[in-house]
Nanobody, 125 residues
Framework: VQLQASGGGLVQAGDSLKLSCDAS????????VAWFRQAPGKEREFVAG????????YYADSVKGRFTVSKNNAKNTGYLEMNRLKPEDTATYYC???????????????????WGQGTLVTVSS
C-alpha cells in the first residue's frame, strides 16, 4: 500500500489550498482516511478524518469551519480543502488510512496502518 500526499505550498494568510492523497494497493471504499500535521518541534496532531462509510467527518477544533475532508472512492483519493489559512496552520501534512478503525478512534494516530510521506504547507502572515 502506498499513499502519496500532494498539494502543499507557500501561501499567504487567508488563502486556500487543497491537499490530495492518492492511494494504491488499498480500496478507499473500505478505508477511514485522515489528515495529521506536524509543525517543527511539535507532536503530530490530528487535523481531520472521514470514516470509511463516508458519512462521518471529524475535525480538530482549530480547523473546524475552515477545513473540509473528503474522499473519492472511485479515484482512491482523499482530499483536505483548507480555507482561510493562518500562520499557525504551517506544518507538514500527512495523510493516513486504516481499514480497522472504530469511529471513536478516528483521532488516534496509532490506529492508522498506512501513511503518506507528507506535504509541506507554509502560511505567511
Amino acid at each position: 500500500v502506498q499513499l502519496q500526499a500532494s498539494g502543499g505550498g507557500l501561501v499567504q494568510a487567508g488563502d486556500s489550498l487543497k491537499l490530495s492523497c492518492d492511494a494504491s494497493g488499498l480500496t478507499f471504499r473500505s478505508a477511514t482516511v485522515a489528515w495529521f500535521r506536524q509543525a517543527p518541534g511539535k507532536e503530530r496532531e490530528f487535523v481531520a478524518g472521514i470514516f470509511r462509510n463516508g458519512g462521518n467527518t471529524y475535525y480538530a477544533d482549530s480547523v473546524k469551519g475552515r477545513f473540509t475532508v473528503s474522499k473519492n472512492n472511485a479515484k482512491n483519493t482523499g482530499y483536505l480543502e483548507m480555507n482561510r489559512l493562518k500562520p499557525e496552520d504551517t506544518a507538514t501534512y500527512y495523510c493516513a488510512a486504516g481499514t480497522r478503525l472504530i469511529l471513536s478512534a478516528i483521532r488516534n494516530r496509532a490506529q492508522y496502518d498506512y501513511w503518506g510521506q507528507g506535504t509541506l504547507v507554509t502560511v505567511s502572515s
